[in-house]
């Protein structure tokens, strides 16, 4: 197995358990700010969504194969799952913004893999989600503040 398809199929599945975590926070986030709130972390989810779907097709396209099951995701994850519990909004945008930090520095693994294969298709796609990462960064730090 190629470094960049492994590199793909751990973010692969961060990927999938970060979609679980965002999801568990938008439905029980407390707290003053809900509205906005609730509505940034649904968008999270459906662009985590949305990634999940490219990021296990690039795999089969460079002839890897994608990780399927939550117990294969579960067993290579280095993002913590979320409790099924009420949540301060405070908290848990902080711990949002500690994982797409953790996002951004594996996604910019799996682009310094890829460009070391000269893996043209891989390093472009991944382009996009650390310009995003980045941007959501800077939102949440703001937010934080």
Known sequence: MSKTVEKLNLYLANLNVLYRKVQNYHWNIVGAGFF????????????????????????????GRPLGTLKDYLAVTTIKEAENREISIPEAVADV?????????????????????????????????????????WMLNAYLK
């Open 36 to 63: 906005s709130v609730h509505e940034k972390l649904e968008e999270y989810y459906d662009a985590i969504n949305e990634q999940i779907d490219d990021v296990a097709e690039r795999i089969l396209s460079i002839g």
């Open 97 to 137: 913004k500690k994982e797409f930090e953790a996002m951004l520095k594996l996604v910019k693994e799996v682009k310094e893999a890829a460009d070391e294969e000269n893996d043209y298709g891989t390093s472009a796609l991944v382009d996009e989600y650390i310009s995003t990462y980045e941007k959501d960064l």
